[in-house]
């Protein structure tokens, strides 16, 4: 099999989903959870006996993780893209109400369930009232930027911002643009976010959380989208591995890096972690990896992403806040990604999933099954 794209015709009123990149979306969380779940001291490491340079392979790992919302953003941007773009031809145009509908009833829901019982539930961090009006506004992560870090579980709703920061925009673009134009946009949206970040190099510790800055990996998922036309990449399982190779060692490389969180870094290692998402993308799509465990785990990723964090502060809390051992480590972090599982679970089929039904008959063109 050759490198490149296979362009396989897609019927005009074909469904669009691709199980592969739900397992994609998994992945995207798991690095999120490892992020925020194992810890990068290389002091708490070596105390249990683990050598200087596998702990510090260890909190590069840990830190990597948070590149999983990146890889979560270059996701978002290649399927919403490639959906709007099969409803252009199918259609002829774009039917804006009908997609912000779609996105309420698929981000709504859940975002704010979330949002209120983190200003109402007084354990495992509320959230302060003075952040509740910029997140009901969809604009946490500018609050963030502003004000810093809030302490709230709930504070992870910070990158859905950014999504529906995109969502409200985008679909005008595909609408009234043609595709050569949004590419274009594409390429400018990359050059955006590295001007961007250069510019706020000297503030590095808020870079990750402003959208101009993030908007790289939105702009690469476009143009992925424009540029496969319907296929996608046909490549030997060989060029697929070295793909997923270089992109989880450029992650990690930037993981062992980020802790400088310096000017340079800013400059150099945010379009170096795009590109390994990039590149753990495309050995992904367009595979046969379908294992339904796993695609069903995709599938509730939304609800994974936004409860862990509630789900690690409730397994400490139950600790008593002590995960010094090892093995009170391993009970912790088991335990939170089962408590995670088990809340995304009842989340998506108690919450979400009557909305998803609801969904469906405002779709033009037929996506992921509910």
């Known amino acids: 099999m050759n490198g490149t794209p296979k362009a396989v015709p897609a019927s005009r009123d074909a469904a669009f989903y691709r199980p592969e990149l739900d397992i994609l979306r998994l992945f ?63 259609k002829g145009s774009i039917n804006v109400r009908a997609f912000y509908i779609r996105r309420i009833l698929r981000i709504w829901p859940l975002y704010f369930f979330i949002l209120i019982v983190a200003v109402l539930w007084p354990w495992a961090g509320r959230l302060p009232l003075p952040y509740f009006l910029p997140f009901l506004l969809l604009a946490g992560n500018w609050m963030i930027v502003v004000a810093g870090w809030p302490g709230s579980w709930a504070s992870i709703l910070w990158s859905v911002s ?40 000297g503030s590095a510790e808020r870079v990750f959380y402003n959208t101009f800055a993030q908007l790289d990996s939105i702009g690469f998922g476009i143009l992925c989208a424009i540029m496969f036309k319907g296929s996608v990449p046909s490549l030997s399982t060989a ?31 945010y379009p170096c972690a795009t590109m390994g998402c990039l590149a753990l993308f495309l050995s992904m799509c367009g595979t046969s990896l379908k294992w339904p465990p796993l695609v069903y785990l995709g599938k509730i990723s939304y609800g994974l992403y936004v409860y862990h964090v509630l789900a690690l502060s409730l397994v400490s809390t139950a600790l008593g806040h002590n995960v010094g051992t090892l093995f009170r480590f391993l009970i912790y972090w088991c335990g939170g990604l089962l408590l995670t599982v088990a809340l995304a679970s009842a989340s998506y089929r108690w919450l979400e999933t009557p909305f998803l039904h609801l969904k469906e008959k405002f779709a033009a063109v037929k996506s992921r099954p509910v």
């Open 28 to 90: 995207a969380f798991l690095a999120v959870f490892i992020s925020h779940s194992v810890p990068v001291d290389q002091k708490y490491l070596t105390r249990h006996n683990f050598p200087r340079w596998l702990a510090d392979w260890i909190a590069a790992v840990s830190i990597s993780g948070r590149y999983g919302v990146v890889l979560f953003f270059l996701l978002s941007a290649y399927l919403i893209t490639s959906l709007l773009l099969r409803e252009k031809s199918a």
């Open 162 to 201: 950014i999504e529906e920061q995109f969502y409200l925009s985008w679909p005008l673009a595909i609408k009234f643009f043609s595709r050569t134009a949004c590419l274009y946009a594409a390429v400018g949206l990359i050059a955006v976010a590295n001007a961007v970040r250069i510019y706020l190099s």
């Open 239 to 269: 060029r697929r591995l070295l793909l997923a190779f270089v992109g989880l060692a450029l992650l990690i490389t930037c993981g062992h890096y980020v802790r400088m969180e310096n000017s340079v870094f800013v400059m150099v290692g």
